[in-house]
């Protein structure tokens, strides 16, 4: 485990007093520019971090666990945070709550605070991209605890805890496919960096699986947002040869999808076929009830927790584990029109 710097070993490098190094944390304007320039240049070359707790942890191990959502509005991520929250607390830890976005630009500068929380460990939802990567690996270093839920990046080192979603994506198309249609669209196309979703990589390969292809008019980059999902319904309905039967990547997407579709005029599923990850409260009070595939959400919450929980009481985090989702089917898949083409 890698020896955490003080403020002594930035004292000591820059040449100066503990006293003044601390001033330069807290009062620069108190120094001289050459000294504060010595002491942050100390700063950055060990790595040095404050504990935001001024020293509240002197006696022993924090009890302190950071939890990062990809996005607070989320409903999966509120609820995964209820369940791991008690879970915790049945086991004596305190839980702190934030959210990258789905960024892992952001997540740096959100790691960055939980550290300095002296978190003992993070339960985290990677954001796209590399940049958290080696910021993630020195808070290991450092003997902080890492378990990565619902998207990890390939090749990550931390274990995690995950749905099936290729499998899940597999049994959608399979089942829309089963109805009569052949002109699906998923909302959101796999991108390396912007859209790095194993639902959105697997979509293609589903659609193969059953001897289809996904037009170039249906691929579009897109974020797991509402307001996204709503503009690229408007978009992919309007097209001259327009779905016949849409998958929403994520639970907030659907709400999108759903306002799109009732501004369109368009009857669900005479006129479109709509399936959702997700199965949120209100995808079934709507008329017609939506088809959903559900995420096993407290138990994937409470598998996390206990990975973190087992690790920081002298045992490990285990295997990574993989969940199964479950498709729930109502009211709002049906065949498409006899007249609507197949090609």
Request: glycine content about 8%; aromatic content about 6%; overall charge negative.
């Amino acid at each position: 485990m890698a020896r955490v710097s003080t403020i002594q070993d930035v004292a000591r490098l820059a040449g100066v007093s503990p006293t003044t190094a601390k001033r330069a944390l807290r009062e620069a304007d108190k120094l001289t520019p050459e000294t504060l320039a010595r002491v942050q240049a100390a700063i950055e070359a060990l790595h040095y971090e404050p504990d935001q707790r001024a020293g509240g942890l002197r006696g022993g191990q924090s009890q302190t666990v950071g939890l990062v959502l990809g996005s607070i509005v989320e409903p999966f991520f509120a609820q995964f945070a209820r369940t791991t929250a008690h879970a915790l607390n049945r086991a004596g830890y305190t839980l702190i709550i934030t959210e990258n976005e789905y960024s892992a630009a952001r997540e740096v500068e959100e790691l960055r605070r939980l550290y300095g929380q002296r978190v003992a460990a993070i339960m985290v939802r990677a954001g796209y991209g590399p940049q958290s990567r080696e910021y993630l690996a020195r808070m290991v270093a450092r003997g902080v605890v890492v378990v990565e839920f619902d998207y990890t990046s390939p090749n990550s080192p931390y274990p995690s805890v995950m749905l099936d979603n290729a499998a899940a994506v597999y049994n959608a198309v399979a089942y829309l496919h089963g109805l009569g249609h052949r002109r699906i669209a998923a909302l959101g196309t796999y991108h390396p960096s912007i859209h790095p979703e194993e639902r959105s990589r697997a979509f293609p390969e589903a659609m193969n699986a059953h001897g289809l292809t996904v037009p170039p008019e249906y691929q579009r980059v897109t974020l797991l947002t509402e307001d996204t999902a709503y503009r690229l319904t408007h978009d992919l309905m309007g097209l001259p040869t327009p779905p016949t039967a849409l998958i929403a990547l994520a639970g907030t997407q659907a709400v999108g999808a759903y306002r799109a579709l009732r501004e369109r005029g368009l009857h669900i599923p005479s006129d479109v076929s709509l399936m959702t990850f997700d199965n949120y409260p209100w995808t079934a009070l709507v008329e017609p009830p939506i088809t959903v595939i559900e995420q096993p959400v407290e138990a994937m919450a409470e598998a996390t927790a206990l990975k973190i929980i087992a690790a920081l009481e002298g045992g490990s985090t285990g295997e990574s584990m993989t969940f199964p989702g479950k498709m729930i089917e109502r009211g709002s898949c049906g065949p498409p029109k006899p007249d609507q083409s197949l090609d």
